[in-house]
């Protein structure tokens, strides 16, 4: 192991080291107002100097949660930074994910003919990161214009096959499918190219079994909230990517219910995870798979690269929790409500 690869190995490990506590969690929970979080926080976790100059008793959730974004960001841009070998495919992974998701944004106000919210709710700290023009997009009033806008950016090719219905409405699930599985394509590829061996395999591992849980969670949402058929559901499946066995995604997408779905799932070779991760809702599962692998990779993993990657997950993981711990001590929900979104153990 190079001297490069030994430093990145023991940087993540040592802020793997400080990441929330049981008892930091059990402490936040008893917080009775978002000041006394953020309190906390300053006082007595690794979030003190990203909130340093934050005055917790006249704070704004959404500047909150913006700093606590663009920390996490900056840790995996100087962490990305100090892997001369692969660092630079896992920053572009990260600035693509952060593309991708404020494209999806945009679009999911475009059709609620919301866009003037899009610019304030922007991450700032990203502006220097994207060659998207955002102030631009921004301005866009229909997909006409926000295909001008996207037209010299590496999504265009994807995203002009798409077109607006005569309501003016797009279909976004497919557009998002397609945009993801243009990210998981080039983070593969990235790996299958300047990785070998035992590093190969863990990464590849790690991330498709991150496809096939969205996948798996996506079966779920479609067919439980939406009631979508069989067809429709696997026309808004990205499963190029996917391990899975296609009968069984067929099997699940005919399954009649939820728990069937389930069932199917779990004679996967995938899905054996299920009974380990627990879940409330849909949306928690694709979460709690990152999480449950990345624990594991930072305490048995020797390969740097899958040790930063899987510092990266469980840092994203960990900034979802004080958010949902902020969103729902400021909502006054009960304790016990709020720890079942936490994901920590």
Do not use: W
């Not at 395999?201 to 479609?222: K, P, W």
């Not at 928690?284 to 305490?299: F, G, S």
Request: aromatic content about 12%.
């Amino acid at each position: 192991m190079s001297a490069t690869s030994y430093a990145v190995l023991t940087k993540a490990r040592a802020k793997y080291g400080k990441r929330l506590s049981e008892k930091d969690y059990q402490s936040l929970l008893a917080c009775q107002s978002v000041p006394e979080v953020m309190s906390y926080l300053k006082s007595y976790t690794h979030y003190s100097v990203a909130l340093r100059d934050i005055n917790e008793r006249d704070v704004h959730r959404g500047r909150l949660e913006a700093l606590l974004r663009q920390n996490l960001f900056y840790e995996f841009d100087s962490l990305c930074r100090y892997d001369s070998g692969i660092g630079s495919g896992f920053s572009q992974y990260i600035i693509q994910s952060v593309e991708v998701e404020q494209i999806v944004r945009f679009l999911v106000l475009l059709n609620s003919n919301s866009t003037e919210k899009f610019i304030y709710q922007f991450p700032a700290y990203f502006l220097k990161h994207t060659s998207i023009d955002i102030n631009r997009l921004a301005n866009a009033r229909n997909y006409e214009d926000f295909l001008n806008v996207l037209a010299n950016s590496e999504y265009y090719d994807i995203l002009k096959n798409f077109s607006a219905d005569e309501k003016g409405r797009l279909e976004i699930s497919k557009i998002e499918n397609k945009l993801y599985e243009y990210v998981y394509k080039n983070i593969l590829n990235m790996i299958n190219k300047h990785t070998n061996g035992q590093e190969q395999q863990e990464l590849l591992s790690m991330f498709h079994t991150i496809i096939d849980y969205n996948v798996f969670a996506r079966i779920l949402r479609l067919k439980k909230y939406f009631r979508l058929s069989a067809n429709e559901i696997k026309a808004n499946l990205f499963t190029k990517y996917c391990d899975i066995n296609p009968k069984a995604i067929d099997m699940m997408c005919n399954a009649e219910s939820s728990g069937e779905v389930f069932s199917i799932m779990q004679t996967t070779h995938t899905g054996k995870l299920i009974d380990k991760i627990g879940y409330v809702y849909a949306s928690d599962i694709t979460p709690r798979v990152k999480y449950k692998l990345a624990r594991k990779n930072m305490h048995f993993s020797n390969n740097p690269s899958v040790v930063m990657i899987s510092y990266m997950f469980v840092t994203e993981t960990e900034l979802m929790n004080v958010i949902s711990l902020i969103e729902g001590i400021r909502y006054k929900l009960d304790t016990k409500a709020i720890q079942s979104m936490l994901i920590y153990n």
